[in-house]
């Protein structure tokens, strides 16, 4: 592995059924990052994970849970997914701390269509 | 939270100089980044401002001013291969992300 990775890379789901999206990084970086990408409205802020163990709400974080049990991983599910997360999804990592750009690195995205 | 507002599209020609704009407003400031994002593809990171002034990476240049709460990428002699979106995102006192909508720059021949 080299970076980011994601996966499933495209899915198509009945509305109504539950769906993780895996999102793995072995650049050892404290935070991780689900974002979702609409046309017109860019990307928005699902939910966040400082540091293994812990995560946090970001702007959109209804209908969608994560964990982060270790520093590699950080799947995000849908619980009973609706057609208005119908979406491309990024995962993203980063170093954490104050100093420096700690500029986050995007996974190629999950392209999911809930019908 | 975060307001950042940025032009939905911009056309310019092979070699030209193309300036993107960006706005924001913020309840915390901790640098402003600028991303390129192609088709289907997944952003990936241009340049980043803390502080006032001009930052230079080849081609491109970005530029900050925290009391206007304004900033700018400079794309210089553009090339067919520059065709993408640039998103422009602001990190707040959280450490959080929140991007603008993305500028779609058209490079023509």
């Known amino acids: 592995i080299a970076g980011i990775t994601q996966a499933p890379t495209s899915q198509i789901l009945a509305a109504g059924r539950r769906m993780t999206l895996r999102c793995t990084q072995d650049?050892?970086?404290?935070?991780m990052y689900w974002y979702r990408q609409d046309l017109g409205l860019g990307l928005r802020l699902i939910h966040y994970?400082?540091?293994?163990?812990?995560?946090g709400k970001g702007e959109v974080p209804d209908g969608y849970s994560v964990s982060r049990a270790n520093t590699d991983d950080f799947p995000l599910t849908l619980a009973s997914a609706v057609p208005s997360q119908t979406s491309v999804y990024f995962c993203?990592?980063?170093?954490?701390?104050?100093?420096?750009?700690?500029?986050?690195?995007f996974g190629p995205g999950t392209r999911l269509t809930v019908l | 939270g975060q307001n950042i507002d940025q032009p939905t599209e911009m056309t310019a020609t092979e070699g030209a100089i193309v300036q993107i704009n960006c706005t924001y407003q913020?309840?915390?400031?901790?640098?402003l980044f600028w991303y390129q994002q192609h088709a289907g593809e997944a952003p990936t990171f241009l340049s980043y401002?803390?502080?006032?002034g001009l930052e230079e990476k080849g081609r491109f240049s970005s530029f900050l001013s925290r009391s206007k709460g304004y900033s700018y990428l400079l794309l210089k002699e553009l090339q067919m291969k520059d065709s993408a979106s640039y998103l422009c995102?602001?990190?707040?006192?959280?450490?959080?992300?929140?991007f603008g909508a993305g500028t779609t720059v058209t490079v023509r021949a």
């Open positions: 913020t309840s915390g400031f901790n640098g």
């Open positions: 401002n803390v502080l006032d």
């Open positions: 995102a602001v990190r707040d006192g959280d450490y959080k992300l929140s």
């Open positions: 993203a990592s980063s170093d954490s701390g104050t100093s420096g750009s700690n500029e986050q690195f």
């Open positions: 994970s400082n540091t293994a163990g812990t995560t």
């Open positions: 650049m050892r970086h404290n935070a």
